[in-house]
């Protein structure tokens, strides 16, 4: 049984930076990153990196966030610059793979990052 688990939510100042890390007790992931969700909105891509290191980023995080990821460790890292109050969420951890054509979905339970607004 895959687990997700992350850290490094909170409350921060707008201007602020935060750095979430979730670790899986899995290995061998095509796909890690982080997804969003903010109170009455759908959850969304927040970025994503492939095992090969090819990273995705929503258009309202670039250039502020970097996803990075340590295969050895099967940890995903979401490092959070200059947050803005529209940032607040909870934060999910997403992986998957795929084995035999058939495709593993995996999600953490989620981590709160709050801005005042």
């Known amino acids: 049984q895959v687990q997700l688990v992350e850290s490094g939510g909170g409350l921060v100042q707008p201007g602020g930076s935060l750095r979430l890390s979730c670790a899986a007790s899995?290995?061998?992931?095509?796909?890690m990153g982080w997804y969003r969700q903010a109170p009455g909105k759908q959850r969304e891509l927040v970025a994503v990196i492939s095992s090969g290191g090819n990273t995705n980023y929503a258009d309202s995080v670039k250039g502020r966030f970097t996803i990075s990821g340590d295969n050895a460790k099967n940890t995903v890292y979401l490092q959070m610059n200059s947050l803005k109050s529209e940032d607040t969420a909870v934060y999910y951890c997403?992986?998957?793979?795929?084995?035999?054509?058939?495709?593993?979905?995996?999600w953490g339970q989620g981590t709160q990052v709050t801005l005042p607004s």
């Open positions: 997403y992986a998957f793979r795929q084995r035999n054509g058939v495709r593993f979905d995996f």
């Open positions: 899995g290995s061998n992931f095509n796909t």
